[in-house]
């Protein structure tokens, strides 16, 4: 089944425990993109990654990492995470390639993160 | 830069109603316009998409016109359901390798 998978699906942390929320996703998608959601403003983008080893800062950078060392994977990395960062994370995949069509992208489940 | 701007939410409407929720855009050339939806505890999933001004995008009874004289893209329903309770998203891209813009999201909750 194609499917975008984020683990864990909640977590509650305190203020500066490093952390790392995994996403994988079997579709071979070249495109990968981590999203916050806040209540009254909708989702917005973190960073985003074209292929392996290329990632660019979204609208929202500040206080997180990536990195993209294979292609199925995307982790997103809170070095330290502040009660500002409590949100619902998603990640979603697409195929990458211009075109008709072809920009759909598929999302995980997400994580609700809780930062204390 | 583009925009989304959707209208603000909570709907409640009742079963078999008739559903409009606004969408508008501010974006240079022609980008293409989705519609997610997202139902309690789970992601986001596309429910139509239009990538050429006057498309009509369509599916599970919902449907959206690229308006792009208006620059709208308005998602209707002729009569909506219980299990249409969730929150909807309006979102735009251009060609190549550019990230979704997404509206605000509306909450649409349907009581019997």
């Known amino acids: 089944e194609a499917q975008v998978t984020q683990n864990p699906r909640y977590l509650i942390t305190v203020t500066g425990k490093k952390l790392t929320v995994t996403c994988s996703q079997n579709m071979n998608h070249e495109y990968m993109s981590w999203y916050r959601q806040d209540p009254g403003l909708g989702l917005r983008q973190i960073y985003y990654?074209?292929?392996?080893?290329?990632?660019d800062k979204g609208d929202v950078p500040e206080g997180y990492k990536v990195s993209r060392k294979e292609k199925r994977n995307f982790p997103l990395i809170l070095e330290s995470p502040s009660p500002n960062q409590t949100s619902l994370y998603f990640c979603a995949s697409s195929t990458g390639l211009a075109g008709v069509g072809l920009y759909e992208q598929y999302f995980g489940p997400g994580t609700r993160l809780t930062v204390t | 830069g583009d925009s989304v701007t959707q209208m603000e939410g909570p709907v409640t409407l009742s079963e078999e109603a008739f559903l409009t929720i606004n969408c508008t855009y501010t974006?240079?050339?022609?980008?293409?316009l989705f519609w997610y939806v997202q139902y309690p505890g789970e992601g986001l999933q596309l429910l139509l998409k239009a990538t050429k001004a006057d498309d009509k995008g369509s599916n599970k009874g919902f449907e959206a016109t690229y308006r792009k004289e208006t620059t709208s893209f308005h998602l209707e329903k002729g009569s909506v359901q219980v299990s249409d309770s969730a929150v909807y998203f309006c979102?735009?891209?251009?060609?190549?390798?550019?990230?979704?813009?997404f509206g605000k999201g509306t909450r649409l909750s349907v009581i019997a």
């Open positions: 990654s074209m292929n392996v080893e290329v990632t």
């Open positions: 974006a240079t050339g022609y980008p293409s």
């Open positions: 979102a735009l891209t251009h060609s190549g390798n550019t990230p979704l813009v």
